[in-house]
């Protein structure tokens, strides 16, 4: 449960008892339940609460309210914290087992709601569905035609979806009890590696069971090449769906050789958080080198008292091996011989040498280095390292740097648990010698599989494009996540508003910083990705030596390349 929805959970629950005070003549106020709800308010919008203003909105007699107060400060319930250090005045709030029960307390709620309007089984959890806004109703409500067609039975919209804090909430948003416009059956979210197959299963189906699928962008040059799904220019132009209001780099995760496969649902960037209170403490500047963020690492490292320098994805497979992509982007090269040019690298306009491996390189070597080196001032387990343990790492506060996902950063801000709300940093990559900030995007593509039968085509297209429409990114990044990839959305007061992040990425963007060639969508990608998950990591592991890891990396991926007729 993020802070957005436990707020909105707060805000209900204060509008329920209100009739109840107002209406029964022998209702009296409840001081624990006033300032247990204003306490946790506060504490979640960061709010310094001082105890003569908690005491304030207990609604009983002053002197009746300290008392209450101090009794729940003895207990523990609510704890004092000095404003600045060697400050006589205090800020209150609740403890951790009590802001966990109250928690607890919401679910509850929140599932009793569902349960009680007929929305979920008894056996469903109670984040199957999203607690929605009030603005639900009056800013995303779905197109006249899509609704007619959903409410009155004709047809159920199928998704295929990838397994992650993305696609969850806009399950929940489609399911949620204002709409009710699919049931979680209509969804199925896989990860990575089962979407992947799932892929290529439905495409062999004579009927697809899909009316939308979900594409990893570094996915699309093999998409294409195995025709699993179709072009939607002619669709795009039909709905006057403006590709310049996407970010080009984003707009172009879906294009290959001219036409457009995929709208790009969400778009998520590699970045470098960083614990602002602690270089701010210790008067460090931010880092925009590989140096600069080893030295930053060392400093902060201190295992003896449960910090790390840096959390990154070191795990065998697929983690390492974007991780080395990326550094490899932060070198100025990438890991084949793709011309560059102003603008980037035009991966799928690349032709025969243009297609061969250059992972035995300098850059290479220099990438490698710089992961051993980082490796010293990482988590003990940093090599099964993959994105969830990174960002519960950083989240925790066990560590001072970690590179991450925009998209799952967004719990840095959010979460309930965060150890790190408003204390983070977002930086640009830092730059490799002789490289620059190059910013890997990623994200999804929403796309219409092959085997779609052409009666059911158009309805598929209409929900996508009110999926991408600036209102329905514009609710989500206002639910905690920062990844819209729209220049309306991220140019929105309200959505700027809602995270740093959106303000960071459009800078970025704006900057042509944003990278998609750093993880090549040629179709092979899937097999270049498991090489340097395999070699890359014997390296960092000691088992081999890091050209002979490079070198090992180098010849296999020649020989896929070789039988792919590249060259």
């Given at each position: 449960m993020?802070?957005?929805?436990?707020?909105?959970?707060?805000?209900?629950?204060?509008?329920?008892?209100?009739?109840?005070?107002?209406?029964?003549?022998?209702?009296?106020?409840?001081?624990?339940?006033?300032?247990?709800?204003?306490?946790?308010?506060n504490?979640?919008?960061?709010?310094?609460?001082?105890?003569?203003?908690?005491?304030?909105?207990?609604?009983?007699?002053?002197?009746?309210?300290?008392?209450?107060?101090?009794?729940?400060?003895?207990?523990?319930?609510?704890?004092?914290?000095?404003l600045?250090?060697?400050?006589?005045?205090?800020?209150?709030?609740p403890?951790?087992a009590?802001l966990?029960s109250?928690?607890?307390?919401a679910?509850?709620?929140?599932?009793l709601?569902?349960?009680?309007?007929?929305?979920?089984?008894?056996?469903?959890?109670?984040?199957?569905?999203?607690?929605?806004?009030?603005?639900?109703?009056a800013?995303?409500i779905?197109p006249?035609?899509?609704?007619?067609s959903?409410?009155?039975?004709?047809?159920?919209?199928?998704?295929?979806?990838?397994?992650?804090n993305y696609?969850?909430?806009?399950?929940n948003?489609?399911?949620?009890?204002?709409?009710?416009?699919?049931s979680?059956?209509?969804?199925?979210?896989?990860?990575?590696?089962?979407l992947?197959?799932?892929?290529?299963?439905?495409a062999?189906?004579?009927?697809?069971?899909?009316?939308?699928?979900?594409?990893?962008?570094?996915?699309?040059?093999?998409?294409?090449?195995k025709?699993?799904?179709?072009p939607?220019?002619?669709?795009?132009?039909?709905?006057s769906?403006?590709?310049?209001?996407?970010h080009?780099?984003?707009?172009?995760?879906?294009?290959?050789?001219?036409?457009?496969?995929?709208?790009?649902?969400?778009?998520?960037?590699?970045?470098?958080a960083?614990?602002?209170?602690?270089?701010?403490r210790?008067?460090?500047?931010?880092?925009?080198?590989?140096?600069?963020?080893?030295?930053?690492?060392?400093?902060?490292?201190?295992?003896?008292?449960?910090?790390y320098?840096?959390?990154?994805?070191?795990?065998?497979?697929?983690?390492?091996?974007?991780?080395?992509?990326?550094?490899?982007?932060?070198?100025?090269?990438?890991?084949l011989?793709?011309p560059?040019?102003?603008?980037?690298?035009?991966?799928?306009?690349?032709?025969?040498?243009?297609?061969?491996?250059?992972i035995f390189?300098?850059?290479?070597?220099?990438?490698?280095?710089?992961?051993?080196?980082?490796?010293?001032?990482?988590?003990?387990?940093?090599?099964?390292?993959?994105?969830?343990?990174?960002?519960?790492?950083f989240?925790s506060?066990?560590?001072?740097?970690?590179?991450?996902?925009?998209?799952?950063?967004?719990?840095?801000?959010?979460?309930?648990?965060?150890?790190?709300?408003?204390?983070?940093?977002?930086?640009p990559?830092?730059?490799?010698?002789?490289?620059?900030?190059?910013?890997?995007?990623?994200?999804?593509?929403l796309?219409?599989?092959?085997?779609?039968?052409?009666?059911?085509?158009e309805?598929?297209?209409?929900?996508?494009?009110w999926?991408?429409?600036?209102?329905?990114?514009?609710?989500?990044?206002?639910?905690?996540?920062?990844?819209?990839?729209?220049?309306?959305?991220?140019?929105?007061?309200?959505?700027?508003?809602?995270?740093?992040?959106v303000?960071?990425?459009?800078?970025?963007a704006k900057?042509?910083?944003?990278?998609?060639?750093?993880?090549?969508?040629?179709?092979e990608?899937?097999?270049?990705?498991?090489?340097l998950?395999?070699?890359i990591?014997?390296?960092?592991?000691?088992?081999?030596?890091?050209?002979?890891?490079?070198?090992?990396?180098?010849?296999?991926?020649?020989?896929?390349?070789?039988?792919?007729?590249?060259?």
């Open positions: 993020t802070e957005h929805e436990l707020l909105r959970i707060i805000a209900f629950l204060e509008r329920v008892r209100q009739p109840f005070q107002e209406l029964v003549p022998i209702a009296e106020e409840d001081a624990t339940w006033n300032l247990l709800l204003f306490l946790i308010k504490h979640l919008t960061g709010t310094p609460v001082a105890i003569s203003t908690l005491a304030s909105v207990a609604k009983t007699p002053h002197a009746t309210a300290m008392r209450r107060i101090h009794a729940l400060i003895e207990r523990g319930d609510i704890l004092q914290e000095p600045a250090e060697g400050s006589k005045r205090f800020r209150l709030r403890s951790e009590l966990e109250f928690i607890q307390y679910r509850k709620i929140k599932y709601l569902a349960e009680t309007f007929g929305l979920r089984s008894k056996t469903d959890s109670d984040e199957d569905y999203y607690f929605g806004g009030s603005y639900f109703a800013q995303i779905p006249p035609r899509l609704i007619e959903l409410f009155r039975g004709k047809r159920e919209i199928k998704f295929l979806l990838n397994d992650d696609f969850l909430s806009m399950r948003m489609w399911a949620d009890f204002r709409n009710n416009m699919a979680r059956k209509n969804f199925d979210l896989q990860k990575l590696p089962q992947h197959e799932r892929l290529v299963e439905n062999n189906l004579a009927v697809s069971e899909y009316d939308i699928v979900a594409i990893n962008a570094p996915w699309l040059g093999e998409a294409v090449k025709k699993l799904v179709i939607l220019d002619d669709h795009i132009k039909s709905a769906l403006s590709s310049l209001d996407f080009p780099s984003v707009w172009s995760m879906g294009t290959w050789r001219g036409q457009q496969f995929g709208v790009p649902i969400y778009c998520t960037i590699e970045l470098l960083a614990r602002s209170d602690l270089f701010e210790d008067r460090i500047d931010y880092p925009t080198t590989f140096e600069k963020t080893v030295a930053a690492a060392k400093h902060f490292h201190a295992p003896a008292k449960g910090r320098g840096i959390a990154w994805n070191g795990g065998c497979g697929m983690p390492i091996a974007s991780t080395f992509m990326f550094l490899m982007g932060c070198c100025g090269e990438s890991i011989r793709i560059k040019t102003s603008l980037g690298m035009g991966v799928d306009e690349a032709r025969g040498e243009q297609l061969r491996p250059q390189s300098d850059a290479g070597l220099r990438v490698l280095d710089y992961l051993h080196r980082l490796k010293e001032y990482s988590p003990p387990d940093i090599l099964d390292m993959d994105w969830d343990r990174r960002t519960t790492s989240l506060g066990q560590t001072a740097l970690a590179y991450c996902w925009t998209v799952r950063a967004a719990r840095f801000e959010t979460d309930v648990s965060s150890a790190v709300k408003r204390k983070v940093r977002y930086l990559q830092p730059r490799g010698p002789g490289g620059a900030s190059n910013n890997p995007i990623g994200g999804f593509l796309c219409i599989p092959a085997n779609l039968p052409p009666d059911r085509v309805l598929a297209f209409e929900a996508i494009a999926m991408t429409s600036p209102e329905a990114m514009k609710a989500n990044v206002q639910n905690g996540f920062p990844v819209a990839p729209r220049f309306s959305v991220a140019a929105d007061p309200e959505a700027a508003a809602a995270s740093p992040i303000s960071v990425v459009d800078r970025l900057q042509n910083k944003l990278k998609g060639w750093p993880r090549p969508p040629v179709p990608y899937l097999s270049l990705e498991a090489i998950g395999d070699e990591h014997k390296a960092l592991r000691g088992e081999t030596s890091d050209k002979e890891a490079l070198r090992n990396a180098q010849d296999r991926a020649d020989h896929v390349m070789r039988e792919a007729g590249y060259y």
